[in-house]
């Protein structure tokens, strides 16, 4: 069965520090791949997303991902965090054979 | 544009009883999906509501159903609850079927406890 894995589940960081979570997942077919976040107290809301075309996406907020094929991989970047991305983070692949997956999530804790 | 609303944002069951969720999506939106949110297993996809109709469904067991009505609202069901089932439950709407093309817009969530 396909899955996603987010080896990371909970991350803390100083802040100016930069920020690499990892998302692997298992299928060889298509796949568009996702970020949401979800703030303390708020809805899930998506951070970026990746359908085709330049591997490397850029979101709201500073941050980037980028898909490698090859690795079954779509990581998520920012290169200096702030206090304010404290928050979850869920990587989601949606594929044809499995629709909607997401990951467990990362918890990303700043420290100011 | 009114986000996706859920009513009612706090529930408190027993064993055995059943329970019925609301989720008025986005006006325009027609596809309206469903999550379980629980800290060990994360977001786990529950199914998915086009036009009234069912079109994606996740690996639940037959206690969890629901439905979707002309004005795209939706609502699930939850019979014989356990108390496995408390969790988070949302909602999430787009204007297509496909997570494809469309990103989802989510609820707050209703926040289902089971004694």
């Known amino acids: 069965a396909q899955s996603v894995s987010q080896h990371n589940h909970h991350v803390i960081l100083s802040e100016a520090a930069s920020l690499e979570l990892g998302c692997n997942y298992s299928y060889g077919g298509t796949v568009n791949l996702f970020w949401y976040v979800q703030y303390p107290g708020q809805h899930l809301q998506l951070l970026l997303k990746y359908f085709s075309g330049d591997p490397l996406v850029k979101g709201i907020k500073g941050f980037e991902a980028e898909f490698i094929k090859s690795k079954f991989s779509f990581n998520l970047r920012k290169p200096s965090v702030q206090w304010s991305d404290t928050a979850e983070y869920f990587c989601?692949?949606?594929?044809?054979?499995?629709?909607?997956?997401f990951g467990s999530g990362t918890r990303l804790s700043i420290r100011p | 544009k009114a986000g996706v609303t859920q009513t009612p944002r706090y529930l408190i069951k027993t064993r055995g009883q059943q329970v019925t969720l609301s989720c008025s999506p986005i006006?325009?939106?027609?596809?309206v999906s469903w999550y379980q949110q629980t800290p060990g297993q994360g977001l786990q996809f529950l199914f998915e509501?086009?036009?009234?109709?069912?079109?994606n469904k996740g690996n639940f067991p037959g206690r969890f159903s629901g439905r979707q009505f002309s004005n795209s609202r939706s609502e699930m069901n939850v019979s014989t609850l356990e108390l496995g089932d408390s969790a988070l439950y949302l909602c999430?709407?787009?204007?297509?079927?496909?997570?494809?093309?469309?990103?989802?817009?989510f609820g707050p969530g209703t926040r289902l406890t089971v004694l």
């Open positions: 509501y086009f036009s009234e109709t069912q079109r």
């Open positions: 999430a709407s787009s204007w297509a079927l496909r997570e494809q093309y469309n990103e989802q817009f």
């Open positions: 989601a692949v949606y594929s044809s054979a499995s629709k909607i997956i």
């Open positions: 006006s325009g939106h027609r596809s």
